[in-house]
């Protein structure tokens, strides 16, 4: 596959002081990956617990300022949602030219919300995964999917640091996937935005169909997912494939879903909407500046609980009371 990279020279980060910024999910698996690769990142993290489990796991645990001044290669590991002003008052002022910034995901550099000084580069090591599987995946050699990408390169150098910190952390043992920070940005929006919410729409449709048909609450919502059937067949479809997972199901089933399938194909509103979803909404940066408007977290607080009073989280809660977790 000429997209992916299983091995990469780890001499671009010679001599080099790795920066680790923020030891949560992300910042605490890379970090403990990159020392077992044979680098001494400095961890940067404002003072409490998880500055305090970095250093008691040996960490050389510094102030964001501080840690970023000591570093030439500085991982961005904090919460998208605080990297814009983070970056503005703690992290650019320690960044000189030849520095590398890299970052976890493309969303606030792609929609332009990182003020990175000139001679930076930028680089993207964004890995497919949860932290704790970062690290899990790393002493057990499985790896895991990671998308890489150069967005700026400054010093003529960035994509042989990208290659070398995604080998650090245990990024290509996978093989990393050459990718962007648009690219990146915008299929994680577009599962967000589109795929989840069809698939969240389709349960609570399905629902209040089979309610007003006269089954019971307990019935249709283990149906549904409170038995967590539908976890493991999505467990089956990355495994065995979209269709190879049908093999499990009966032949009944088979017939059912098939059948059902073929009917869909003919309807394409949801085809139209997800290119809406996708074009003006999320490539023309409409989505990212309706996000950083300041009342937009209380909209998404009043939309939390509108969902939260919803029937079916209602029936799922009286559900749940009477059934137990
Ligand atoms: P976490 O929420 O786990 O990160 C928390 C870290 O950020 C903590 O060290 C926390 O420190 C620090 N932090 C939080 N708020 C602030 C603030 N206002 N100022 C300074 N430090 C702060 O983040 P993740 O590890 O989940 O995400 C980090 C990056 O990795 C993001 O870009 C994310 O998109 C990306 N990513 C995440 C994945 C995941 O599965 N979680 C997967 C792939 C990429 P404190 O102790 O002070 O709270």
């Known amino acids: 596959r000429d997209r992916s990279i299983d091995a990469a020279d780890l001499t671009a980060l010679s001599g080099r002081t790795i920066g680790v910024i923020g030891f949560g999910n992300q910042g605490a698996a890379q970090a403990a990956n990159l020392r077992d690769s044979g680098h ?96 899990d995946r790393y002493v057990d050699r499985h790896g895991f999917p990671c998308f890489v990408s150069v967005e700026r390169d400054a010093t003529g150098r960035a994509w042989e640091t990208t290659l070398a910190v995604a080998r650090a952390i245990g990024g290509t043992l996978g093989g990393a996937i050459v990718s962007s920070a648009r690219e990146e940005a915008a299929l994680d929006l577009f599962s967000e935005q589109a795929v989840w919410p069809a698939i969240l729409d389709v349960v609570r449709t399905a629902h209040r169909v089979a309610i007003e048909a006269g089954f019971s609450e307990e019935a249709v919502l283990n149906e549904l997912y409170l038995s967590a059937e539908p976890a493991e067949v999505f467990a089956h479809v990355a495994r065995d494939g979209l269709f190879g997972q049908l093999g499990l199901h009966s032949r009944t089933s088979q017939y059912g879903q098939l059948r059902a399938l073929r009917a869909l194909e003919s309807h394409d509103e949801q085809a139209s909407r997800f290119a809406r979803v996708m074009h003006d909404d999320i490539l023309s940066g409409d989505f990212a500046r309706e996000w950083s408007r300041p009342e937009a977290g209380e909209r998404l607080d009043a939309l939390r609980r509108e969902a939260g009073e919803s029937p079916i989280a209602a029936a799922e809660a009286e559900v749940r009371a009477r059934l137990g977790p």
């Open 40 to 135: 001494a990142p400095v961890v940067g993290n404002r003072d409490d617990a998880y500055a305090a489990s970095a250093a008691e796991e040996g960490f050389d645990l510094r102030s964001i300022a501080d840690a970023t001044d000591a570093a030439d290669v500085v991982l961005l590991l904090v919460p998208d949602e605080v990297q814009p002003e983070l970056v503005r008052s703690e992290i650019a002022p320690g960044l000189r030219a030849g520095d590398t910034l890299v970052v976890a995901s493309g969303y606030n550099f792609h929609f332009g919300l990182l003020e990175v000084p000139d001679g930076v580069d930028v680089v993207m090591v964004a890995p497919r995964m949860i932290g704790a599987a970062v690290r």
